[in-house]
C-alpha cells in the first residue's frame, strides 16, 4: 500500500507558500507597521464605516488586541453557528484559523464572504491529516476487510475536505464537547470508529467516557505503511485512531502536574481534552474551552487552578476572575502560533480594504467539498440536544 509524504513546513510562517497546507501561506496584504500607534483608532474608524455588513469573530485563543474588536466570541463550531445565524453580514471576518473559516463558509449563505485576516493563520493539527493520505488509510482499511463496518470520525478542527470525506462515508464530525453522543451514534451504525485526526481526543473519549479498554484503541500512522498496523490489528480494534495532535494541548505534561499539586496547595487542575491521555488521568476536571471557562466562572472564590489550555484564553480567565488563582499549568508551553498570526496589523489590513471594496483573503469552500461536508456536520447537529449545546 503507498503511503502519502507530507514533511511539515519548514519555513517560517508567513514568508512562502504551500498551497496544500493550512499554513504558510503568504499574506499578500501592505501591512501597516505594528508599531503605529493608530491602530486601534483605524479598526474602529473601519468597523463603524462597514457597520452591519460586517460581522467578527473570535476564536477565544486570539490575542487580547484582536479579541477587543470580536462582536462574538466561542470555540470553532459556536462561532460557526454565529456565522451562520447573521444572514445580514456581507462580510465575516474570522479572527481565528483556516479551518474554521472554512466550516463558516460551509454554513453561510453563498452570498456572505468569509475572510482569515492573516492566509497564514493555519492549524497544524488540521494539516496532519491530509486528504490523499486519509483515502490511503481507507483503502487499507479495506484491505483489511474491515471498511464497511468502520464509520469515520473527524473533529472539528480538521480540513473541509476531510468533513467531506466524512460525510461521503456515513461519518459524522465531532466538537470536543460533543465527542462522547458523536461515538455513541457512530457505534450505533458500525462496529468501529476511524476517528481524525486527533488522537488524543479520540482516545480520552474512548476510554474515559465510553469505558473502552486502551487496548481496544490501535494508532494509525500515515508516515507508516499500512498505517504501521497489521490486518489483524485492525480487525480486533475497536477505535483506529488517527496520529495526530495539538502542538499547545500535545505539549503539556503529566510532571506538570505533579509539579503544580506541589506548588499550590489545594489547586484543582483543569485540561483540555486535546491533551495526552497521561496528563487527562492525573487531572481534576476535563473539559472544552467552553467547559473551562463556565467552570471557572462558577468556581468559589479564592479557590487555585491550574490551567492546561493555549495561553491567551488562560491569561485573560486569570484577569476576568482576580479573586480567583488562576495559573498556567506548563512552564515550557506557549501560544499557539498560528492562531497568533492573526495580529492587530492584519485586522486592520482586512478591514481597511473591505472598507475601500477590496476583499481580501476570502476562504471558499468548492460546492462539492461543501455539499458532503454539510452532511456529516447535519448529522452531528442532528444528534438528540445537541442544538442547545455551545
Ligand atoms: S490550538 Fe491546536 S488545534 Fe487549535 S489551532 Fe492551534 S494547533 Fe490547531
Not at 460546492?367 to 456529516?376: D, G, I, K, L
Request: with cysteine; charged share 25%.
Amino acid at each position: 500500500m503507498t503511503i502519502t509524504s507530507t514533511p511539515l513546513s519548514l519555513f517560517v510562517l508567513g514568508k512562502e507558500s504551500d498551497p496544500q497546507s493550512e499554513r504558510g501561506v503568504e499574506c499578500p496584504g501592505d501591512l501597516p507597521p505594528a508599531s503605529d500607534p493608530a491602530l486601534v483608532e483605524r479598526a474602529r474608524r473601519a468597523k463603524a464605516a462597514l457597520g452591519d455588513r460586517l460581522f467578527v469573530l473570535g476564536h477565544h485563543y486570539q490575542r487580547d488586541e484582536v479579541i477587543q474588536f470580536a462582536d462574538v466570541t466561542g470555540d470553532s463550531f459556536k462561532l460557526a453557528r454565529e456565522a451562520a445565524a447573521r444572514p445580514e453580514a456581507e462580510f465575516i471576518v474570522f479572527c481565528g484559523v483556516h479551518f474554521m473559516a472554512e466550516s463558516a463558509d460551509i454554513l453561510t449563505a453563498p452570498e456572505q464572504k468569509v475572510i482569515l485576516p492573516d492566509l497564514a493563520a493555519g492549524c497544524s493539527m488540521a494539516d496532519m491529516a491530509r486528504l490523499a493520505q486519509v483515502e490511503d488509510a481507507w483503502d487499507v482499511l479495506a484491505a483489511a476487510g474491515v471498511a464497511d463496518v468502520t464509520v469515520p470520525v473527524t473533529y472539528m478542527n480538521s480540513s473541509a475536505d476531510i468533513k467531506a470525506f466524512c460525510g461521503r462515508h456515513g461519518g459524522v464530525v465531532c466538537t470536543s464537547s460533543n465527542a462522547k453522543s458523536v461515538l455513541e451514534w457512530a457505534f450505533q451504525r458500525g462496529e468501529k470508529v476511524l476517528f481524525l485526526p486527533d488522537q488524543h481526543l479520540g482516545r480520552n473519549t474512548a476510554v474515559l467516557q465510553l469505558g473502552l479498554g486502551l487496548d481496544e484503541c490501535v494508532v494509525y500512522d500515515p508516515h507508516r505503511p499500512d498505517g504501521g498496523l497489521t490486518a489483524e490489528q485492525l480487525a480486533a480494534a475497536k477505535v483506529i485512531l488517527w496520529k495526530g495532535h495539538c502542538s499547545v494541548h500535545g505539549r503539556f505534561t503529566a510532571e506538570a502536574v505533579d509539579d503544580v499539586r506541589a506548588r499550590i496547595p489545594g489547586v484543582k487542575v483543569l485540561v483540555h481534552p486535546e491533551c495526552q491521555h497521561e496528563v487527562v488521568l492525573k487531572a481534576d476536571l476535563v473539559g472544552s474551552t467552553e467547559f473551562i471557562i463556565k467552570t471557572l466562572e462558577q468556581a468559589p472564590e479564592g479557590s487555585a487552578w491550574a490551567i492546561g489550555t493555549e495561553l491567551n484564553l488562560v491569561k485573560r480567565l486569570a484577569n476576568a476572575h482576580p479573586d480567583k488563582q488562576i495559573a498556567f499549568l506548563e512552564k515550557t508551553v506557549c501560544y499557539c502560533a498560528t492562531m497568533n498570526r492573526i495580529d492587530l496589523p492584519h485586522l486592520v489590513w482586512a478591514l481597511e480594504q473591505l472598507v475601500e471594496g477590496n476583499v481580501v483573503n476570502q476562504i471558499t469552500v468548492d460546492e462539492e467539498t461543501s455539499r458532503y461536508a454539510r452532511e456529516a456536520l447535519q448529522r452531528m447537529l442532528d444528534l438528540p440536544g445537541e442544538t442547545a449545546k455551545d
